[in-house]
């Protein structure tokens, strides 16, 4: 079964406090993906990766970057949190243009 | 124009009933249209997508209709269930990596018992 595993499903951070979230997919897909959740938004994509160390900016990349090291694995980094990245926060990964497989999410509260 | 627009807010059917959910998109480079379901807690789960090749398509209870020339497409849900009670997600896309992914803004759907 495939899966898309975020490892942490609630965080709490003050701002101006480094987060790193991180993303593991066990499907061996090329391409992974960030995107962030907000009521009345639908999904807006920050960063994606088509293969190991390549990144590109989505649509709302600002206050954010991204590491991708493993093919396995996709890190999203806030390096300086602020209260208006409080959100939820969806990992998706998929095999070119097709399918998105999202994780549960990382809810990000950050005070 | 990069927007996918999506209505209703909110719907709430009786169980048994039909739910319909509708979207719009402007972007005519798009080519594949997916509807995503998210359970409370969940991340969003594929439902079923469409082509611009074909005006239906239908899995079980859930059907897409698709007007090209309109650019307008719906999801339908017969016989709706409490267990669908969901976010429903529209979705479009283009592209060879699947970055150019526009969401709708969702639909909570709530089916009544």
């Known amino acids: 079964d495939v899966k898309v595993t975020q490892s942490s499903r609630y965080l709490v951070k003050r701002t101006g406090e480094k987060v790193f979230l991180e993303c593991v997919q066990d499907?061996?897909?090329?391409?992974m993906f960030w995107y962030r959740q907000d009521p009345g938004l639908g999904l807006r994509l920050i960063y994606f990766?088509?293969?190991?160390?390549?990144?590109e900016k989505g649509d709302i990349p600002e206050g954010y970057s991204v590491s991708r090291e493993k093919k396995e694995r996709f890190s999203l980094i806030l390096e300086s949190a602020s209260t208006n990245q409080t959100s939820m926060y969806l990992c998706?990964?998929?095999?070119?243009?097709?399918?998105?497989?999202f994780g549960e999410g990382s809810r990000l509260t950050v005070l | 124009q990069q927007q996918v627009k999506q209505s209703p807010q909110s719907l709430i059917v009786q169980k048994g009933g039909i739910s319909i959910i509708n979207c719009a998109y402007e972007?005519?480079?798009?080519?594949?249209f997916p509807w995503y379901q998210q359970f409370p807690g969940k991340g969003p789960a594929l439902l079923i997508a469409?082509?611009?090749?074909?005006s239906e398509k239908k899995e079980g209870r859930f059907t897409i209709s698709f007007n090209k020339s309109a650019k307008q497409f719906s999801l339908h849900i017969m016989d709706s269930q409490p267990g669908d009670s969901a976010t429903y997600f529209c979705?479009?896309?283009?592209?060879?990596?699947?970055?150019?992914?526009?969401f709708g803004p969702g639909t909570r759907l709530s089916v009544l018992p």
């Open positions: 469409i082509r611009p090749d074909v």
């Open positions: 979705a479009a896309s283009w592209g060879n990596y699947g970055q150019n992914f526009v």
């Open positions: 998706a990964s998929s095999l070119g243009a097709g399918e998105l497989f």
């Open positions: 990766s088509y293969d190991v160390k390549m990144k």
């Open positions: 499907m061996d897909h090329e391409n």
């Open positions: 972007n005519t480079a798009f080519d594949y």
